[in-house]
């Protein structure tokens, strides 16, 4: 992973911006909660519980569980169609994001929206978007709006690399500096557009330079250490809280698996994903932290494990046990 780069002088000391006291245990116990749930999603996939289109998140739960861990109750959180970590992130109940994966009335979206367009407005997530890049000028709306109403808020509004290529990122930029917005925009870098790596997609590879035609500030942070995360996510709300504008995190982290369930990943080798799986994987290295620190032992962390395992396992009985929607759903929450 390339080393994180300066950012700038935010004023925010990470101890004290937000008083966020999270512990290491919990950052653990939510990048496994997030894996073990995606997990859990896979197999109901396979077994043609879930329809549509399914995208994990297994690689890359560092980025939402650090950043989450920097944000204050009232910051919302929006993004795009790989969305269950973030939602679980946010607090999100997995018995009913799994339902909403299989399509069940006790859904978040009451079974009509599927892995990519649920949402909890009480949670502060405005969802998931299966547009690329459709949710960026929607996280800068969510921004302007908290700078209208005055309330202290940040917008954390998430992308990937395939998505900073498209033409409404930087109508949103442009606007967003402009208005000395507060939001924070997470560039995922997970170092592949669907099929295409980011080498062969983008002129600009160094995602966090992304905003510097508009003077928007941006650091490039390692996505697989959930503490670099939630430091460098410290600092950037708190630039963002501090009325100074914008700002962009390049997150360089990596998915295990394909785009979608349907992708078969034959544009990369099993032995890069094995050597970032062995070298790298974010929850690994968080456990060998506790240990070595002495903060947990083997039998706390597989305890936590046998935890998550049940509450997963609870998730995918509740879904599957759940009633699909009434045909009369088709005529409710619509336009006209």
């Known amino acids: 992973m390339a080393e994180a780069k300066t950012a700038p002088d935010t004023g925010a000391k990470p101890a004290a911006a937000g008083d966020n006291s999270v512990s ?49 109750p009232g910051d919302q959180v929006i993004t795009a169609y790989r969305d269950h970590g973030h939602m679980l992130a946010c607090g999100m109940d997995p018995k009913f994001v799994m339902a909403e994966l299989t399509g069940r009335q006790t859904g978040y979206s009451k079974g009509k929206g599927g892995s990519m367009h649920m949402f909890s407005a009480e949670k ?75 080498e062969r997609s983008s002129a600009e590879t160094h995602f966090y330079k992304r905003g510097s035609s508009f003077n928007i500030p941006g650091e490039q942070v390692d996505g697989m250490d959930v503490d670099a995360v939630r430091e460098a996510g410290l600092k950037a709300i708190g630039w963002c809280r501090s009325g100074k504008g914008p700002i962009i995190l390049e997150m360089k982290t990596y998915r295990y698996r394909g785009h979608s369930m349907s992708d078969p990943a034959k544009y990369r080798t099993r032995e890069e994903v094995t050597a970032v799986r062995e070298k790298r ?7 060998q932290k506790l240990i070595a620190e002495k903060l947990a ?37 619509v336009m006209a």
């Open 24 to 72: 290491l245990k919990t950052l653990y116990h939510d990048m496994l909660l997030i894996r073990r749930f995606e997990e859990k999603a896979g197999q109901l996939y396979g077994m043609g519980l879930i329809g549509g289109f399914c995208h994990l998140y297994i690689g890359q739960e560092a980025v939402v569980v650090g950043m989450n861990a920097a944000q204050k």
């Open 124 to 198: 502060e997530f405005y969802g998931g978007h299966g547009i690329v890049g459709a949710q960026v000028p929607l996280g800068t709306g969510l921004a302007f709006a908290n700078q209208y109403r005055n309330n202290g808020r940040v917008s954390i509004t998430y992308f990937g690399d395939g998505a900073s290529n498209q033409g409404q990122v930087y109508e949103a930029f442009n606007m967003a500096e402009l208005w000395k917005l507060p939001v924070v925009y997470v560039i995922e870098n997970n170092q592949y557009a669907m099929g295409t790596s980011v």
């Open 281 to 287: 994987d974010p929850i690994d290295h968080l456990g």
């Open 297 to 333: 032992s083997e039998d706390d962390l597989k305890a936590i494990d046998r935890d998550i395992r049940q509450v997963v396992n609870a998730a995918a009985e509740f879904a599957t046990e759940s009633p699909e929607p009434a045909e009369a759903e088709l005529y409710t929450d």
